[in-house]
C-alpha cells in the first residue's frame, strides 16, 4: 500500500505506506521452499483510521533449480474488510488466492502462468451505484471499476523480462488505484492498494552463475550427454580440440585426462551436482 493525501487546506502531503504482510522471499538459483504466516493484521494510521484488516494471511515460495528450473510464489487472505475512502469504495472477501509460477530453461525460454481465486467478494462502491460481487476465478487484468479518480482490477498481470534470459511476472488478486480521489475530512489521495500480491521470476544470469562446475557439460545445460563424452574422448586423443568442451578441463591444464573423463561419465549417470 502506498497513498498520497494532499489535504483540503493546502497543507503538505502526507504518505501512507504499509509494506506487504506476510512477506516472504526466495533466492532465484536456488532450491527453497519458506512460507509464513500471520493473523489479525490491521491497517491503520492516526491520519486515516482503519483502513481495512485481515483475519489471517499466508505467504509461500518455493524455488527447484534442476534441469527444469522453476519459481513458485502463493498467496492467501482470507476475511478481508477494506474501507478505503470510506463510502466510495469499500470491499469484503472471504478469502483471496493468488498463484505466479515460472518455469523453463535458459536453453530453451522461461514460462510464466499466474492464476486468482476470489471467494465471497465484493465491491460497495458508490461509483457502481451498489455492491458489485466479482467472479471466483478472473480473467487476467479484468478491470471492474474505471472512474477519473478510481480504478479497480483484479487478477492483474504485470509482466517483465524477454522470456529468453529472465522473467518475471507479478499478479494481484485485487489492485485499487487512486487519481485525486476526494478522502472525506482529509483531503485528495493518490496512490496503489496491492491486496493478494504474488512475484517470482527466474533469470539465467543467476541460474548459471550460481550452479557448481558440471564436468562434461560442453553446452551449459547443466545436463551431460553422451555424444558430449564422446567429444571428450576425442579431445583425449588430441583429435578434436579443448575449445568444444571447456568443461572437461577442470583443473586448466589445457586437456582432457582419463579421470577427468570419469568425473563425466559420473555426471552422466547420477546427473549434475546442484
Not at 519458506?34 to 489479525?40: G, N, P
Not at 509460477?101 to 499466474?114: I, K, N, P, R
Not at 487478477?155 to 524477454?162: A, K, L, P
Amino acid at each position: 500500500m502506498d497513498l498520497l493525501v494532499v489535504p483540503f487546506d493546502g497543507g503538505d502531503p502526507i504518505r501512507v505506506e504499509f509494506e506487504p504482510l506476510p512477506a516472504v522471499r526466495g533466492d532465484d538459483g536456488t532450491t527453497y521452499s519458506r512460507e509464513k504466516e500471520m493473523a489479525d493484521i490491521q491497517f491503520e494510521t492516526e491520519l486515516t483510521g482503519n483502513i481495512g484488516s485481515v483475519g489471517s494471511a499466508r505467504s509461500g515460495v518455493f524455488g527447484d533449480r534442476a534441469e527444469l528450473a522453476s519459481a513458485t510464489s502463493e498467496s492467501t487472505l482470507n476475511d478481508l474488510r477494506l474501507s478505503a475512502l470510506g463510502p466510495i469504495l469499500g470491499a469484503v472477501s472471504s478469502g483471496m488466492y493468488s498463484q505466479v509460477t515460472v518455469d523453463g530453461s535458459c536453453c530453451t525460454s522461461l514460462e510464466a502462468v499466474g492464476v486468482t481465486s476470489l471467494m465471497d467478494t465484493a465491491l460497495d462502491c458508490l461509483l457502481l451505484h451498489s455492491e458489485a460481487e466479482l467472479p471466483q476465478n478472473p480473467e487476467p487484468d479484468t478491470v471492474v471499476v474505471d472512474s477519473e479518480t478510481v480504478r479497480v482490477v483484479v487478477n492483474e498481470h504485470t509482466w517483465d523480462g524477454d522470456g529468453r534470459g529472465e522473467l518475471e511476472l507479478s499478479v494481484s488478486a485485487m489492485h485499487i488505484s487512486f487519481n485525486d480521489a476526494p478522502l472525506s475530512g482529509l483531503g485528495f489521495v493518490t496512490g496503489d492498494i496491492w491486496i493478494g500480491r504474488s512475484t517470482a521470476g527466474l533469470t539465467c544470469e543467476s541460474l548459471i552463475r550460481e550452479r557448481p562446475l558440471c564436468v562434461g557439460d560442453c553446452d551449459g545445460s547443466h545436463v551431460v550427454a553422451v555424444h558430449e563424452l564422446v567429444t571428450g574422448v576425442g579431445i583425449n586423443l588430441f583429435r578434436i580440440p579443448m575449445e568444444q568442451c571447456e568443461n572437461l578441463d577442470p583443473n586448466a591444464d589445457g586437456g582432457a585426462a582419463i579421470n577427468e573423463l570419469i568425473m563425466g561419465v559420473n555426471n552422466l549417470l547420477h546427473g549434475c551436482p546442484e
